[in-house]
């Protein structure tokens, strides 16, 4: 398995792979119309491509022989300042697997190279969130030592769920 940027050119396949991983983890738990207004905003070929083009964004992906795996989404900015312990905070947006090949170590080689990534851009602490009841990835977050630091709500189409805001120093 390789790590590499991404760069213009894989904007169809992160938004196709976002879709595709939220669907079969989540999905079920949408009514379609929601599922779809989420789907179309935040994982759309569009907003994948300006993601790329954002300068305070790194994007990297897990590939092997040129097969996407996952990826990491960095915001070099704080998410939720009211939040916020550190200094100069970061937001850890996505950390997304092919469904398919969950479970082999991918999640743990793009947390390793978001931790990298934020002690070399000089981050002091890392924000995320997680739903409420998704216990395997509260449980691989606290491996890093994330904490919950807030209950927060996620908003996909009109309905609310109930997420945590994790967070770790640097």
């Not at 991983?21 to 905003?41: C, I, M, Q, W």
């Not at 491509?49 to 070099?76: F, H, N, S, T, W």
């Not at 100069?88 to 082999?104: A, H, S």
């Not at 509260?138 to 630091?149: G, S, T």
Request: proline fraction near 4%; include cysteine; charge should be negative.
């Amino acid at each position: 398995m390789d790590l590499r940027p991404a760069c213009p050119a894989d904007a169809p396949a992160l938004a196709e792979l976002g879709q595709r991983s939220f669907t079969v983890k989540f999905g079920h738990l949408y009514r379609p119309e929601d599922l779809h207004a989420f789907l179309s905003d935040s994982h759309s070929e569009a907003k994948v491509a300006k993601e790329i083009a954002d300068p305070q964004m790194r994007i990297m992906l897990a590939e092997d022989d040129g097969r996407l795996l996952g990826y990491c989404k960095l915001v070099m900015v704080c998410g939720w300042p009211e939040h916020a312990r550190g200094s100069r905070v970061i937001e850890l947006k996505q950390l997304y697997t092919d469904p398919e090949v969950t479970g082999r170590g991918i999640g743990a080689r793009l947390m390793d190279w978001a931790m990298d990534e934020a002690r070399g851009f000089g981050a002091d602490e890392i924000q995320l969130s997680v739903w409420s009841e998704n216990l395997g990835a509260q449980k691989f977050y606290a491996r890093y030592r994330f904490e919950k630091v807030a209950d927060i709500h996620f908003m996909v189409g009109e309905q609310r769920d109930e997420e945590f805001l994790f967070a770790r120093m640097v």
